[in-house]
Structure formats: structure tokens, C-alpha cells
């Protein structure tokens, strides 16, 4: 696995001011391998070592986070909003770290800081969605439920970019004004219906979207098999 950024620390700190501190906390566990997943008792016939979501697989991060069906089929709507912004593959190390991740000359251009803050969004929120439905279903018994997890998935995003709007929207300095432009052209590439009514959200006729970034509809990624 590649290792990460050398500035991974100090960025995290920046972006995670505008998330849950609950969200900052669990992507430092997985970051740092410190999440009790089922591979760490395979040794043991008293815990299952398999999968939480029901593949018979050993539970890794790599896997309930990313490769598992499951999983998979939570990334793939949002994943193809992104992965046409950038000219790097988005695989398990850029969800996880950020690594290599190299947006495209249009995307810098008229997203910037403003993309990579609603990326971070969405993959610290997916993350700990996919982690207490996991732990839901093992210790609660509750069924596995691709609905639920969606729908919780979109109102915890819809939840932060309302917060992060609403400061920017109060606040009088340059950059905030700046921010606030690149959220208009990244915004609604998420195709939300809650956020469309976000006050002054709708940019002006010269930011057309999302045809002024050459956007099309693209098939749905598949992770790698591991």
C-alpha cells in the first residue's frame, strides 16, 4: 500500500474544522489502523473474523471500506462525480490518504480548495456511515440495508455543506468569498435537491455548469478485485 503524503497531517487538520469532530476522529483510527476489525481474530473461534457485511472474506479496512460489495455500491454514486475531475485513478490510498490525487487544469481552475473540501466531505462521511452500519448489524442484529445507509450518507452531507455555507456566507474576508465561488461550481455536481435552495448557490450566466468543465455522465467505477 502506498505510504502517505508527508503534508497528510497538517491538511487533514485544515479540512476537518469543517466536519463532525466525530468524522476527523474515525478517519485518524482508520488512517492509523486502530479500528478493531475482524481480521485481528482470526486466531480466535469466538469472534467472527469474516466481513461485516456478509462476504466470506477477512474483514481488512481495504475490504469493508472500499472493495466489498457493499461498499461498492455506496462509492459508485458518488465516485463517478469525482473521478472525471481528476486525471488520477481514485482508488482505496486517495480515499484513505489523498494519495496521488491530481486534479485536472479545468478542476484547479475553477474548483480549487473547493473540490478536495467536498471530497473530504462526502469520503469522511461515507467512512463512518459504512463503520456504524458494520457495527450495527454485528452487535445489533440489524439487517443489511443499502437504503439506510444511503439516505443517511446524503443527510450528514447535506447536513455539513449547509454549515459550511451558511459561515461562509457571514463571513466578510476575501477568501471566504473566494471558497464560497469554487462551492458554487462544485456544489451541485453532487445532485442534491436540498442543496439547490442554498441561498446565492446558483453562480452567474458566465459559470455555467456543469457543461464549463466538459462533464459527461460517466459508467460507474468498479474498485480493483484485491
Sequence with gaps: ???????????????????LPVQADFLYHVQHNALYLGYRFQHTELISSQCGFGCNVPETAPHLFFYCTFASEIWNIYLPIFQPLLISKIEWPTILYFTDIKPTESTKKKMGYGFFLIFHIVRT?????????RNDIRFYDVTLNTTTVQSQIKSLIVMHIRRLWNRLSTNTIRHSKTLQNQLRITIPLLQLPMLLTLPGLQPSESEELPMT???QTPNPPQPPIP
Excluded: C, F, Y
Design 125 to 133: 462521511t461515507i467512512l463512518r456511515q459504512l463503520w456504524t452500519h
Design 1 to 19: 500500500e502506498k505510504q502517505p503524503p508527508s503534508d497528510i497531517w497538517a491538511r487533514d487538520r485544515k479540512m476537518n474544522v469543517h466536519i
Design 213 to 215: 468543465l466538459g462533464l
